[in-house]
């Protein structure tokens, strides 16, 4: 091949060398492109995936708030859930006094405390409290005292129990009618639970 055929070829060598470097670079892009749309495509596929979970969840979070928020608004209005309710505990101490026909009672109450017996509960995010509460109460016979706690319960003031009590005959030689015969020395734990968010709102 002469010189003035390799001159002859080389515009078109050039324009070949020309195409076969676009086909190159667009197979390049082509590519590049499709591993960004598979990205994308993995990324909104997991966010469909997260939003799926999350209606889910959703969905059994409504299905249990159903379920128990009647229950939970139940224990609201019985104080036991939110804080304190120290004026209904003392109002249902008068009232169950005067229910069973005591002879009055004595109160003194401590400074809120976490509850002692939490962690065997295992309450989650519920955080328990207990108040201590020492009562003095006179009484004809000893089946006053039962008669006193069954209406303290009835009051519907709050949860506590009975820790301990001690009682001491206050007239020798046996008992009197319709006079205080024995005095009860007990200790009352008052319970409520705040939890972190109240299911379905405020009643």
Known sequence: MNGEELKALRAPLILLAVIIAAAAGAVYYTDLLRKQAQGTLVRQEA???????????????????????????QLQAAGFIGEEQRINWIDALRNANAGVDLFGVSYDIGAQQPYAHAAELAPGSIALHQSRMKLNVSLVHEADLLRFFDALREQGAGLFHLDQCTLRRTTPGGALRYQPNIAANCELVWITATPDSAPGGKP
């Open 47 to 73: 966010q469909l995936r997260e939003a799926q979970a999350r209606m889910q969840r959703s969905g059994d979070e409504k299905g249990i708030i159903v379920q128990y928020v009647d229950r939970y608004r």
